[in-house]
């Protein structure tokens, strides 16, 4: 398939010069799926040794008959282990943290950077699937020094990307012992497409918060450890030792409001700053500018469709793809 066939197969309209050139994250991933299926080849023709296009789908539905979070993923762990050298995937624990990392065997360095982090993201939506709902993550990391994401949220994972030497993310370690949903789908692909999709991760948008810009600014303490994973008393003595962490998780609460005001309201970027408690639109537009790499302008076109409708005709082909052939 030559590379204009691939894109309007994923329903990508080729145009560069504004933000029509932008892509959404259901046509990434019906990209993704129309690429593997081409060649069958889940490792999308970059690994040395590939492997058939639906064999992820078993990883899938082997989650759903374990009893912990940790549990599934060593299930996951195991059934790459069988099936192909070209992926390596291994959980280990150190101190109070969990961390998956992903190794790809692949002919080009490049190659393997993008066939890591494709992984990542994807046993990211594989936790997703099994909890059914976001997995909080502490931290990305990426052997790729020119991740378009570098210092700021991951694209699939939402969580801080920085440079490592290897492809890891990083959640609390009391996470793993979670209990997965009640699962009886027929479509398990689609829902875990859909469950990440509507999570809101991949659009920089919110997926655990309060209502009103105004609780935003100082999420609860009781909110900072459910997402965290952690008692309330362990918050308590963390923000206590290292006011960092505090600050820290505001400005990820504050980021996360100012991007859903700017995409969801037309009010002006100064009466957004002045809301979340800034006193001037120059140094709100600098905070947002230090966060997330882009402009309050930039944000606020990146709406990542142009048509409602196109979204829909993405994602209807996605739930058909999941149903007959898995990913």
Request: glycine content about 8%.
């Amino acid at each position: 398939m030559d590379f204009e066939s691939l894109m309007a197969s994923a329903m990508i309209d080729i145009r560069h010069g504004d933000h029509r050139d932008m892509i959404s994250p259901a046509q990434w991933l019906l990209l993704c799926m129309n690429t593997s299926m081409s060649l069958d080849d889940a490792t999308h023709g970059l690994a040395r040794e590939g492997f058939a296009s639906g064999f992820t789908l078993v990883g899938l539905r082997a989650m759903r008959g374990c009893t912990t979070l940790e549990a599934a993923i060593r299930t996951v762990q195991h059934l790459y282990s069988l099936t192909s050298h070209s992926i390596r995937m291994d959980l280990t624990t150190s101190h109070d943290q969990a961390i998956i990392s992903v190794e790809a065997d692949c002919p080009f360095e490049d190659d393997r950077a993008v066939l890591e982090d494709t992984y990542l993201s994807w046993i990211y939506m594989h936790c997703m699937y099994y909890l059914g709902r976001s997995l909080p993550v502490i931290g990305v990391t990426t052997r790729d020094h020119a991740h378009f994401n570098m210092g700021h949220a991951h694209y699939a994972i939402g969580s801080p990307t920085r440079h490592g030497r290897c492809a890891t993310l990083r959640f609390a370690k009391s996470l793993l012992s979670l209990r997965g949903v009640a699962r009886a789908d027929d479509n398990p692909h689609w829902e875990c497409c859909r469950l990440w999709l509507d999570s809101g991760v991949a659009n920089d948008a919110p997926h655990v918060l309060p209502e009103g810009p105004t609780r935003l600014a100082m999420p609860r303490i009781s909110e900072l450890a459910l997402q965290s994973g952690v008692s309330r008393s362990t918050i308590y003595r963390r923000l206590l030792a290292n006011e960092g962490g505090s600050r820290q998780q505001r400005q990820r609460v504050l980021t996360e409001a100012a991007i859903r005001l700017l995409r969801e309201t037309d009010d002006s970027v100064e009466a957004i700053g002045a809301e979340l408690g800034y006193s001037d639109g120059r140094s709100f537009r600098r905070f947002l500018k230090t966060a997330t790499g882009r402009t309050p302008h930039e944000l606020r076109r990146s709406v990542l469709t142009d048509s409602p409708q196109v979204d829909h005709q993405v994602r209807q082909r996605l739930r058909a793809i999941g149903k007959e052939v898995g990913y």
